[in-house]
T-cell receptor, first 113, second 114 residues
């Protein structure tokens, strides 16, 4: 099992460009999450999907959109990138939203210039 | 708004020493308190977790101490080893009506010197 995979690993964007971060899990998990990690800020929830077909905003959703494509895949889109979105992005999944153990992917390091 | 406050931001400990990381929370609806460990270039991974009706939980060299009245909890790493060098995050789960959401602390970077 690969667990949670994310692509790309690194990306540099210019201000105003758009891109989609991809996430897939092969553990048959129902719930999936997108976080951003910034120095001194910990991990902050951007969006989550409690189950296939549902998505909800987290703590910092502005500037992002998500799509739960199917049970395996959950993508994060930046429509018009801004320097404030420079961060490391992590996707995570868990079997059920009532569980506290989330499985994280390796992350995508995004720089917006 | 930071609902879980973690300290210190960084910590240096000698091999064999005790590492202590502290967290404080405000929301009494939180119903689970996990700790995650993150090595450089990797995603976080669950290390140990505790429920608020338990005062202490130990797994090997890792112990969580929980003080419900003070709304504080801490991670103790006994006999710290260089391989424990990582970033540690405390977290709290949302509780009734808000399940599945974890609120993370700011993180503590631990360096264990040989």
């Amino acid at each position: 099992n690969a667990g949670v995979t994310q692509t790309p690993k690194f990306q540099v964007l210019k201000t105003g460009q758009s891109m989609t971060l991809q996430c897939a899990q092969d553990m048959n998990h129902n719930s999936m999450y997108w976080y951003r990690q910034d120095p001194g800020m910990g991990l902050r929830l951007i969006y989550y999907s409690a189950s296939e077909g549902t998505t909800d905003k987290g703590e910092v959703p502005n500037g992002y959109n998500v799509s739960r494509l199917n049970k395996r895949e959950f993508s994060l889109r930046l429509e018009s990138a801004a320097p404030s979105q420079t961060s490391v992005y992590f996707c995570a999944s868990t079997q059920d939203r009532d569980l506290y153990e989330q499985y994280f992917g390796p992350g995508t390091r995004l720089t917006v210039t | 708004q930071q609902q879980v406050k973690q300290s210190p931001q960084s910590l240096i400990v000698q091999k064999g020493g005790i590492s202590i990381i502290n967290c404080a929370y405000e929301n009494t609806a939180f119903d689970y308190f996990p700790w995650y460990q993150q090595f450089p270039g990797k995603g976080p991974a669950l290390l140990i977790a505790i429920r608020p009706d338990v005062s202490e939980k130990k797994e090997g060299r890792f112990t969580i101490s929980f003080n419900k009245s003070a709304k504080q909890f801490s991670l103790h790493i006994m006999d710290s080893q260089p391989g424990d060098s990582a970033t540690y995050f405390c977290a709290a789960r949302g509780g009734s009506g808000n399940t599945g959401k974890l609120i993370f602390g700011q993180g503590t970077t631990l360096q264990v010197k040989p």
